[in-house]
């Protein structure tokens, strides 16, 4: 089955740590994209990218990494100099500006992280 | 700049109901798209439709259908004869075209939340 992965689910983090979430699509879209979306708030863009080994910063990049070694995989880091890092993390896929029309984004299952 | 709108915070209806979801956006480009997604309580977002500016048509589908008025920049989502499980969080997101450099990323609004109750 085609989809995104998002792993993992629930993710513990002590203060100061670095952390990674991991995400990886079988549609062969050559965007990707990281949302992070607080209680009653709509999702903002961290980072996207739209072709491997190229990255753009989003709205709120701020204390956040990320890389595109491989078209299926753009892993998000959340640094220690993240200062709320407490939320849901969402990635999503689409087809790339190279595609014609903008097509609608898929979405993994979100990675729920908790600052302890 | 680009901008969603999303007024109604949260929905409770009794199942059966019919239920209009509100949705009004923001952008200077004349080439745009815009998008309805479903969260349910799992948290995968969920597509239900896109819609370019050139194309009006309103949609339906089954008990779902899109009304899309440039004139007052509006995209509203009805739900005829809710069902509990449409229950759930409905987002509007806008995206424009993609340019060379342009994003083309998606701008949501906060999301209204739908309670249906049996």
């Known amino acids: 089955d085609g989809g995104i992965t998002q792993s993992p689910k629930y993710l513990f983090r002590k203060e100061g740590q670095n952390v990674t979430l991991s995400c990886e699509q079988n549609l062969n879209h050559d965007a990707m994209y990281w949302y992070r979306q607080d209680p009653g708030q709509g999702l903002r863009l961290i980072y996207y990218?739209?072709?491997?080994?190229?990255?753009q910063k989003g709205d709120i990049a701020e204390g956040y990494s990320v890389s595109r070694e491989k078209k299926e995989s753009f892993p998000l880091t959340v640094t220690s100099a993240q200062k709320n890092p407490t939320a849901f993390y969402l990635c999503?896929?689409?087809?790339?500006?190279?595609?014609?029309?903008?097509?609608?984004?898929?979405f993994g299952q979100g990675t729920r992280l908790t600052v302890v | 700049a680009q901008k969603v709108t999303q007024a109604q915070t949260e929905i409770s209806v009794v199942e059966k109901e019919d239920v209009t979801l509100d949705c009004v956006y923001e952008?200077?480009?004349?080439?745009?798209?815009l998008f309805w997604y479903k969260q349910p309580p799992s948290g995968e977002l969920v597509f239900l439709i896109r819609?370019?500016?050139?194309?009006?048509q309103n949609e339906i589908s089954g008990r779902y259908s899109w009304n899309f008025q440039k004139s007052t920049s509006s995209f509203n989502f009805t739900i005829t004869a809710s069902q509990v499980v449409d229950s759930a969080v409905y987002f509007c997101a806008l995206s424009e075209e993609w340019y060379g450099g342009s994003q083309g990323n998606l701008i949501f609004g906060k999301g209204t939340k739908l309670s249906v109750k049996p």
């Open positions: 819609r370019n500016s050139f194309d009006e």
């Open positions: 952008t200077r480009d004349t080439t745009y798209y």
């Open positions: 999503a896929s689409s087809f790339g500006p190279n595609r014609g029309l903008n097509t609608e984004a898929f």
């Open positions: 990218s739209q072709i491997v080994n190229d990255f």
